[in-house]
Structures are given as C-alpha cells and as structure tokens.
C-alpha cells in the first residue's frame, strides 16, 4: 500500500513538473546522473554507522547496519515531505527501530542523541564558515572576536544539550 502511495506521488510530482522538461533534463544530464545520489548515499551510510554506535550491544544485533540505513532513509523521506521541519520523520525511525526489536525508549533516546550531535556539529559547521567567510574578506580582527564569542556558545550549547539529556 505504501509503495503504491510513494509511486502516485511520484507520478503527480513528475506529471505537475512536466515530464518533457524532466525528460529533457534527464537526456542532459546522461549517465552522470547517477554520481549526484553517491554523496548523499556515503553520508547517510556513516550516518547510519554513527547512529549505530548510541544503540546497545543487543539492539545492534537485532538490527543490522543496512536496516539501520533503510530505516534513515525511510525517516528522511519523511523530513523532505512533511511541513514539520527535520523532526517530522523521527517518530517514523522510532516506529521502525521498535519493530525490529529495539525497545522503545532506547530507540527515541538514540535519535535524541544523534539529533544533538548532528546540531552540534552543523553549528561548529557554521562557525568554521564564518572563519573562512572572514579570511576570504579579510576582516582578520574584526572577525576574530565573534568568531571566539559564537565559538563559546556552540560549545556552551553542546554542554547545555547533553547536561539536560543527562537529567532526563
């Protein structure tokens, strides 16, 4: 039933662009569209292979690496499609993660935790951005005292996060 709900909407979203302009930029593109799909498949794979690592001993061994990298994938589908932001597909990976055995808090606790590393990391991300952002500008100085201060509260923030998980 799912499958024939995702292929009706592929049809309409294919229908509602044109499938000659798509078919065109298709031709265009040739065998090389196949390349923009591997950065995406090796990030979710050591996405996946991190996520791995938050799930106990005995949920990894109900669970294998490829069912964990469906199951992302299956909760992506979901945060591209749905009007509530990154989270919406959360719920959708705990669901998957009890039916494969994983019991249920230990599943959300999982997606708490790689949802506050993946904060954490884009924001020292942003951080690191900003530096080059300042270098390339040339804002030396100027730049070096909010890039120390936004600094600080990433890393303020990353303690602030994984202190309120710790109490619960």
């Given at each position: 039933?799912?499958?024939?709900?995702?292929?009706g909407?592929?049809?309409?979203?294919?229908?509602?662009?044109?499938?000659?302009?798509?078919?065109?930029?298709?031709?265009?593109?040739?065998?090389?569209?196949?390349?923009?799909?591997?950065?995406?498949?090796?990030?979710?794979?050591?996405?996946?292979?991190?996520?791995?690592?938050?799930?106990?001993?005995?949920?990894?061994?109900?669970?294998?690496?490829?069912?964990?990298?469906?199951?992302?994938?299956?909760?992506?589908?979901?945060?591209?499609?749905?009007?509530?932001?990154?989270?919406?597909?959360?719920?959708?990976?705990?669901?998957?993660?009890?039916?494969?055995?994983?019991?249920?808090?230990?599943?959300?606790?999982?997606?708490?935790?790689?949802?506050?590393?993946?904060?954490?990391?884009?924001?020292?991300?942003?951080?690191?951005?900003?530096?080059?952002?300042?270098?390339?500008?040339?804002?030396?100085?100027?730049?070096?005292?909010?890039?120390?201060?936004?600094?600080?509260?990433?890393?303020?923030?990353?303690?602030?996060?994984v202190?309120?998980?710790?109490?619960r």
């Amino acid at each position: 039933m799912i499958l024939l709900v995702g292929l009706g909407l592929i049809a309409w979203l294919l229908e509602d662009a044109g499938l000659a302009q798509v078919e065109e930029h298709m031709r265009r593109l040739g065998w090389s569209a196949g390349l923009a799909l591997v950065p995406y498949a090796v990030i979710a794979f050591f996405d996946a292979r991190g996520w791995a690592c938050t799930l106990s001993d005995e949920s990894r061994r109900k669970v294998s690496l490829l069912r964990l990298y469906l199951v992302r994938m299956a909760g992506e589908a979901v945060n591209s499609v749905t009007p509530a932001a990154a989270v919406g597909g959360e719920p959708v990976k705990a669901m998957l993660l009890r039916r494969n055995g994983v019991p249920g808090a230990e599943a959300v606790a999982s997606l708490v935790i790689t949802k506050t590393a993946l904060t954490v990391t884009q924001s020292l991300f942003v951080v690191i951005g900003l530096a080059g952002l300042f270098e390339y500008e040339e804002l030396h100085w100027a730049g070096m005292g909010l890039l120390v201060a936004l600094l600080g509260l990433c890393v303020g923030f990353g303690v602030l996060l994984v202190r309120m998980q710790r109490r619960r």
